[in-house]
């Protein structure tokens, strides 16, 4: 908490401004040893007990204590959004789903991907209890899946359909709550979530733990607490490109975990794919850009696409319709495999090819706005290191690093409109 707390002041909130951010603290629980709960007591100091968290379902009832909801709802406020992984991508996809959770009037929606069967997400699937007459659309963890289905509605378990994905619909732990009635229900309950216990074992005689374990709960069992109530949860599915790339493995583990399951979810990965999503939008609005089957290479062991770099700040456009607006002639916007463009502020493109690297910058209350433009220089590379290079830790987590600055800069001053036709 304290790391977190002096990085944040370090870095001045990453631009966020004084009543953005509220940072809230979770308390620990004790940590049990064996299947009759027996506490486990500190190695250093044997009268004092081992205590770990509780579990990110914390936050309903941290938001409660905290009166933040309460605040929310008091200014106005209709929707709260949940988001647990490091997941850059998420951000492009977060205004089609409120918009989704205000069309169906959802309490809760759950924004989803296509999954592959046995891949380590869980699925969101409808929970019929027919002695009690009761449903729950909820996440189910993907450990349980399988044994779940396999005891109910399929015997051979966790099987694609004619799709070759899951019918059950990939949770990626994003979350759209509709604030009035989710604090009628944290006044109620005081955000307290079902526990769970989740244990290692050591051997199949399932009596000793391999290391203590603890109580816990989950952000996405929420909706147990609607059961019976006339609450409407529902989920939206996406493909991935525009909403999950997870930055959560160092290069040892990602490499396995690419050959494996085909996603890294490493560093490497992320920015790749931030890369291509935002190729992809440029495509989608016109542009004449190659977003998918570009160049690829190996860092680290981790394969990476090598595309355009495109980095679209939110302020050039966060919706397709927004992006589509900046370029009024896209088809003759020209960009090659090798370029990298970074587009930040209040900018029109009309006629732009593009072969190396091009920033843009439009201060707020600025704006620029290219006629004409051809830009060609050596631009920005990627090379791979090895083990043996010294380099900075932000190179060392992707197992490349950056080569060569040039490349053309234009910036508004603030409040001008620069115009640019060469």
């Not at 939110?314 to 319709?321: L, N, W």
């Amino acid at each position: 908490h304290s790391r977190t707390v002096e990085l944040l002041k370090a870095e001045k909130n990453f631009g966020l401004e004084g009543g953005q951010l509220t940072i809230v603290k979770q308390e620990k629980v004790p940590a049990l040893t064996n299947n009759d709960a027996l506490f486990a007591q500190k190695d250093t100091n044997p009268y004092k007990i081992q205590t770990k968290p509780h579990g990110h379902g914390d936050v309903h009832s941290l938001l409660y204590s905290s009166g933040l909801v309460e605040s929310w709802v008091a200014s106005g406020k209709e929707w709260l959004c949940f988001l647990q992984d490091t997941n850059g991508l998420v951000f492009r996809a977060l205004p089609a789903a409120i918009g989704v959770s205000k069309a169906g009037n959802y309490d809760v929606n759950s924004l989803t991907v296509p999954r592959k069967p046995g891949e380590a997400v869980g699925g969101i699937c409808k929970l019929t209890n027919k002695e009690k007459g009761i449903q729950m659309t909820i996440n189910v963890e993907y450990n349980q899946l399988d044994p779940l289905l396999r005891a109910t509605v399929n015997e051979k378990g966790d099987t694609p359909d004619a799709t070759g994905f899951s019918p059950f619909p990939g949770n990626i732990n994003v979350l759209v709550f509709k604030l009035p009635p989710y604090l009628e229900v944290l006044t109620k309950s005081k955000g307290s979530i079902p526990e769970f216990v989740n244990p290692k074992y050591t051997d199949e005689t399932k009596t000793k733990f391999t290391k203590p374990t603890r109580l816990e709960c989950m952000m996405q069992d929420y909706p147990k607490l609607l059961v019976g109530s006339k609450a409407i949860v529902g989920f939206t599915q996406m493909d991935r490109f525009i909403c999950f790339s997870a930055v959560k493995n160092n290069i040892v583990d990602a490499a396995k975990k690419q050959a494996s399951t085909g996603f890294a979810e490493s560093a490497a990965s992320g920015e790749s794919d931030m890369y291509q999503t935002n190729r992809m939008l440029l495509e989608m609005a016109g542009c004449k850009i190659k977003a998918n089957d570009v160049p690829q290479a190996t860092f680290a062991g981790i394969k990476t696409p090598l595309g355009a770099k495109v980095v679209l700040a939110p302020s050039f456009g966060m919706t397709i319709q927004e992006i589509e607006d900046r370029l009024p002639s896209p088809h003759n916007v020209r960009i090659s495999d090798r370029s990298s463009l970074v587009l930040d502020g209040d900018i029109t493109i009309h006629n732009l090819t593009l072969d190396g690297h091009l920033h843009v910058k439009a201060p707020a209350g600025s704006k620029v706005i290219i006629k004409s433009l051809t830009v060609k220089n050596d631009g920005v590379t990627f090379d791979p290191i090895s083990e043996d290079d010294n380099v900075d830790e932000i190179y060392a987590i992707r197992g490349y690093v950056k080569r060569g600055n040039t490349g053309r800069v234009i910036e508004a001053q603030g409040g001008e409109v620069f115009e640019v036709s060469e």
